[in-house]
Every structure is written in C-alpha cells, then in structure tokens.
C-alpha cells in the first residue's frame, strides 16, 4: 500500500487535469474548492489518496541522527544534537518549540510535537466525517474497514503524545474556527486517566469489531495498513505503560499533580492484571498468526519483511521513501572508507547487560567473565547487535570481511580508533549493526528495509513484566521471557526467582532483547529510574597496549568515563506543553515543574 504512494498521487493529479484539459475556466472556477473536495470524496480509490496521506504522516524514526534512543543511557550521541543540551537538563516551554525531542528534520521526530500530533489528529477526523457524509460513494464494507483503520491511526497519534505530554484534549471532531466561538474551539486537556482510557477503549473497540485483519504478509496489496495484530499490542503496550510506577501512583515523580494530568493519582494493582490480561489475549489469540523469528539478526531485512514476528511496521521505497538509517550508524570507517556518522555507539553500560553464553550476567563471580577478555563468550545477541573491538565487519555489500579496532594503537593506528574527541568516530570503544540493512552501505535513501513499531518479542516481555507485577514469577511468566532466551542459545531463568529478583531478570532481557528500537526511554520513565541512570557519566572501552611503541606488551581493557556532563530533574518525566500552546488557549495547564 504506502509503496504506491506517489505513483497513486502523480496518476491521480494527471487524472484530473485529462479529464478538465486543464482548461483556463477551470483553474479560475470559483468554487474549485469544493470540486476539489467532490473529487476527494467520489470514490474510495480518492478516498485512499487522503488516507494514504494519512499514513505518510507516521513520523519517520529510521531518518533522525538523534533518535529517542539518544535520550537514554545506551547511547553516546554527537554533541551537536538536541538530545545533549536535553541531557544537560535544558527542557523549558519556550526551547525549541517546547519539544526536546524534535529535530525539525522531516517528521522525523515529530512523534511527541503538541502541534505536529494534533495536525494528524485533525486529518484522521476529516476523514471519517467525510466518508460519513459521502457514504452514497462507497461501499458499507469500505466505510467500517477504513474508520477502523483510520481509528487505529487516531489512536496512535495520540499514544504517542501522551506518553510525553500526558492528558490531552480530546478531539473527535475538525474544529473550524470560521464556524465555531472559541469556547467551542479551545479545549481544555483531559486528565491522564481519560486520555488513557478514551485511547484503550477505541482500541479495544477495533478489535471486538474485527473489521481488520489479524496480520498482514509480504506481498499483500495492503501491507502497512492497520491490522487487529497492531491495534491489540498497542492497548497491551499502553496498559503496561500506565501501569508502571510513574504513573500508577497518588505521587508523580514530576511533583504535584492536582489535576491529575500526568498520572492517574492513586495505586490500582489491578491496574498490572489488566496489562497482562491484554497481552496474553494477544498470545492466545494471535498465536496462529505470530511467533517469534528464527534469526534475530535478519528480522529487519527487506528479504524477511512481515515475518511471523512483525506486528506492524512503515514500509520503506528506496529513493522515494527510502531510509537512511544506514549513514547514521555502524562504524565510521570500512576498509579505510568514510561510511557513517557513527551515531550509534553503545555505552559500556549497556554492553555489561550481555550476558555470558552460559546465559549468566557478568557481574555473577561463576559467570566466567574476564574484564581482559570482555568480548570471549558472550551470548549470541552481543555478537548480532554489537561491533567490539577486534570484530569481524562483513555485509553483503562489501567485497570482503573488514575487522574493526577502536583499541589505541600507535604501531597501527586504525581510522575507528577512539580519539575522546568531536569527530565522527565514537568515544565508546563500541558501534551497532542491529538493524542495518545489509545491502546498502549508506545515504541517499537508498535502503528498503521497514521500520518496525512492534514485534512479537516485545508482546512476550509486556505480557511476562505485567503478570510478575501482578501475581508474581509463575510459569507463564517464565515461559515468555525464556522463548526469548531460547532464541538466543541461552539457558532459561534460573528456578526459584522472587518477584525482585524476576522483575530485574526481565528488565534485563528486555534492555538487550529491544535495545535500539526507540524503547529504552520509555522503559527508564515509567520505571522512575531516568533521575539515576541520567545522572551518571557513561562510560566505553579504552584499549591500550602495556608496551605501546611495538606493541610486544599485552592488550589492556579499561572502563573510562566519558565526561560528558548528564543533568535530568524530576520534571523531565514529562514534556513540557509548549508556551505558545498556552498562550493561545488559556484552558491548557502546564505541567508540573515547568
């Protein structure tokens, strides 16, 4: 579907003009508005012009240098992105838009924009009223599919939102300020609590219809749409969200809420069951449809897109609509070539979470861990998602395996060697190559391969965090987090765990299993640990030889701190509402602390 964009668009407005010839009398109609909207709305293949629109409109993630992941401890970025002077604790209404985490590059980093979120907002409301009032153009089958959808779409934008900004107006109709008083236009934000709810139950409501499919397979004429499968794991995701101690409290960590606008303010364990109860519905019912991937390295490749783990994602055209995830990330030089900016590094923080392939952490004295001999027998996903020093570099569009040092190395320098300064080349000791496409070496939108919103692997984790919390680490709980495992050759949880013990076991798993997919940041709000793990240095690798003029002494590994001050204050667990937002509508109450 999202592949034919602009094909549908160009043939579309030469329709128009063919059949008008593009007539002076036309271009000077005076009601060529309203022919305008006539057309929009005749049929349903115009009708999916605006929806498609619609879905373009989905903030494309894969093409910021300064992804969300860049606002957590997994991550060093580039000075020069908005994500520093956020982790220097500069976060006020007035600064860049009242967003921190936008870019202003593209929609790229739209998602949490108060006035990006709502423009969206407004067209999904558009769209329903219109084929509502055009519903003599289409059929009763098209019209209930496509509110489905459009309500899908609805929903995620404001989830998006919400989980920066907290309770919102909520909109279900165009305002049109030609038409209505400002009464009638301002609207005064909902409370957490109904702005979650108002999201959940249209959500629900999707999938009781079951006017969508469950999942949608490579190939299909409709691949990108909305699905049940997307619908069910964004309620989970939500109720797993709101569930989490930062906002299922009577005390948020941001300070006093009297409003009640960015928690529910109170303690609801039931809160926990009901996160579970989604998720494992998502199990049982879509357990025909969905499973996890072989292989987790290839799960984002083109070749495998909408394997059984894939939940929902936004399809990708090279060149047209293509991704430049790829110049963003991995490492810098390849074979004594400039390839990326090297965005990407993994701070040693993050690293330590890799267990031994005997599936212990390292920190466990039986684990066999080496502090000189970090990088010997870790699990498997260390060597899928992490390029180390010493690592083999090999990817389909390179003519030969390149083996990366960033070690400090005056006998044989190497172009990847940490310098602790501003160039491109990481101060980490450590690159990524989760999720790069192995086909395309870097920029110009050249890659094809789809970003991924949700996957399996995520259900299991949401489902086995909300059941621990909830009735503790029984064997239900144990089984999703060891699926996972077992994907990865690692033996399963030890028996016998506590629900502390369990809850850090998963917290883990899911640290490692979802690094680099936009996850982290929010996993260190709800969890209220942002205020400790945002207020440390992070730390790399450094590498140096005992004998380093000829290199005859041994390799020593050393964890550095990186000097890069970090400031995070307890109102940074939410957004601030931008100034002008406030300024304009008197009804809107800022958050608290700002």
């Not at 109709?173 to 409370?191: F, G, I, P, V």
């Not at 999201?199 to 219809?209: G, M, P, R």
């Not at 310098?419 to 990524?432: I, R, S």
Request: net charge neutral; proline share 5%.
């Amino acid at each position: 579907m999202m592949k034919n964009i602009k094909q549908i668009v160009f043939a579309a407005t030469l329709g128009i003009c063919l059949t008008t010839s593009c007539k002076e009398d036309f271009l000077d109609n005076q009601i060529k508005s309203r022919l305008t909207d006539d057309i929009q709305w005749a049929s349903e293949g115009n009708a999916d012009l605006f929806l498609n629109d619609i879905y373009s409109a989905l903030s494309n993630k894969w093409n910021s240098p300064d992804n969300l992941d860049n606002f957590t401890d997994d991550n060093d970025a580039g000075f020069y992105w908005k994500s520093y002077s956020w982790r220097q604790g500069i976060v006020d209404p007035a600064v860049n838009q009242g967003t921190p985490m936008d870019h202003a590059n593209a929609n790229a980093t739209d998602y949490a924009s108060w006035g990006a979120g709502f423009t969206k907002i407004r067209k999904c409301n558009l769209f329903i009223e219109k084929i509502t009032e055009n519903a003599a153009n289409f059929s009763e089958a098209y019209i209930k599919k496509r509110t489905d959808e459009v309500r899908f779409l609805r929903a995620y934008y404001y989830s998006e939102m919400f989980m920066h900004l907290g309770g919102l107006p909520i909109i279900t109709a165009t305002l049109d300020r030609n038409k209505m008083s400002e009464e009638e236009l301002y609207n005064e934000r909902s409370t957490f609590e109904e702005t979650f709810n108002f999201i959940t139950t249209e959500l629900d409501q999707i999938v009781t219809n079951k006017l969508l499919p469950a999942k949608y397979n490579g190939g299909d004429a409709d691949a990108g749409r909305a699905t049940l499968g997307a619908a069910l794991a964004l309620k989970g995701w939500l109720e797993l969200y709101a569930a989490s101690p930062a906002f299922n409290t009577a005390t948020p960590p941001s300070g006093a809420d009297p409003n009640k606008l960015i928690a529910f303010g109170n303690f609801d364990a039931k809160r926990w069951e009901k996160a579970a109860a989604t998720n494992k519905k998502f199990m049982d019912t879509f357990g025909a449809q969905y499973a996890l991937f072989s292989d987790v390295s290839a799960l984002w490749w083109e070749k495998n897109e909408y394997n059984s783990e894939i939940i929902w994602d936004r399809q990708i055209v090279p060149v047209i609509m293509g991704s430049n995830y790829e110049q963003y990330g991995g490492p810098v030089w390849i074979d004594g070539v400039y390839y990326t900016w090297g965005n990407y590094c993994p701070t040693q923080e993050l690293v330590d979470q890799f267990a031994m392939a005997n599936g212990k952490p390292i920190t466990d004295p039986t684990s066999g861990y080496d502090p000189q001999k970090p990088y010997v027998n870790r699990e498997k996903r260390f060597y899928d998602f992490i390029v180390y020093d010493g690592a083999p570099y090999k990817q389909d569009w390179m003519a030969k395996v390149d083996t990366i040092f960033m070690r400090i190395d005056k006998v044989k320098p190497s172009k990847n060697q940490i310098d602790f300064g501003t160039d491109d080349v990481g101060n980490t000791g450590y690159y990524f190559k989760k999720k790069i496409n192995p086909l395309k070496p870097r920029g110009g939108a050249q890659s094809g391969q789809n970003f991924v919103y949700y996957r399996y692997a995520e259900v299991l984790l949401n489902y086995a965090e909300a059941q621990n919390e909830a009735a503790g680490p029984d064997a239900s709980v144990y089984a999703a987090v060891n699926a996972i495992r077992k994907r990865s050759n690692l033996p399963e949880l030890a028996t016998g765990l506590t629900k502390d013990t369990m809850r850090q076991a998963i917290r883990r798993e899911r640290r490692v299993e979802l690094c680099f997919e936009t996850k982290r940041f929010y996993d260190i709000i709800r969890w209220v640990i942002a205020e400790d793990v945002m207020n440390k240095d992070f730390h790399g690798m450094k590498i140096t030889n005992s004998s380093p003029n000829d290199n005859k002494g041994k390799w020593v590994y050393e964890v550095v701190g990186l000097n890069h001050p970090h400031v995070f204050t307890k109102k940074m667990y939410m957004n601030p509402i931008p100034q002008p937002v406030i300024d304009q509508n008197k009804k809107i109450v800022q958050n608290p602390g700002y």
